[in-house]
């Protein structure tokens, strides 16, 4: 059984950041992709960053230069820096995981709960 947990949103005005936190728990041999998405009210689910194990950024055009995804391997987390935020950021943002489970070695995808990033003046 493996999960991933998210911190760090809330309520922020424009302009202004915020850092989100990721922890990944349980029987884990090791984690590939790790990333953050987003669904904002009435909209599809969308990439917002992602690092592979070798170290392979991925960003969304609307986030570069903005938002820093980063990764501690050892600690199975990862964190979304998010700069210079815009009331179109508003979201509720999900941690994404592809680990691979201990034993079996299984691929799962794994998603947390989310948690609301809100940006308002």
């Known amino acids: 059984q493996v999960r991933l947990v998210e911190s760090g949103g809330g309520l922020v005005q424009p302009g202004g950041s915020l850092r989100l936190s990721c922890a990944a728990s349980?029987?884990?041999?090791?984690?590939?992709?790790m990333g953050w998405y987003r669904q904002a009210p009435g909209k599809e689910r969308e990439l917002v960053a992602r690092?592979?194990?070798?170290?392979?950024?991925d960003y969304a055009d609307s986030v570069k230069g903005r938002f820093t995804i980063s990764r501690d391997i050892a600690k199975n987390t990862a964190d979304l820096q998010m700069n210079n935020l815009k009331p179109e950021d508003t979201a509720v943002y999900y941690c994404?995981?592809?680990?691979?489970?201990?034993?079996?070695?299984?691929?799962?995808?794994?998603w947390g709960q989310g948690t609301l990033v809100t940006v308002s003046s």
């Open positions: 349980g029987r884990i041999f090791r984690i590939n992709h």
């Open positions: 690092i592979t194990s070798g170290g392979r950024l």
């Open positions: 994404n995981a592809q680990i691979i489970v201990l034993v079996t070695r299984d691929n799962l995808e794994v």
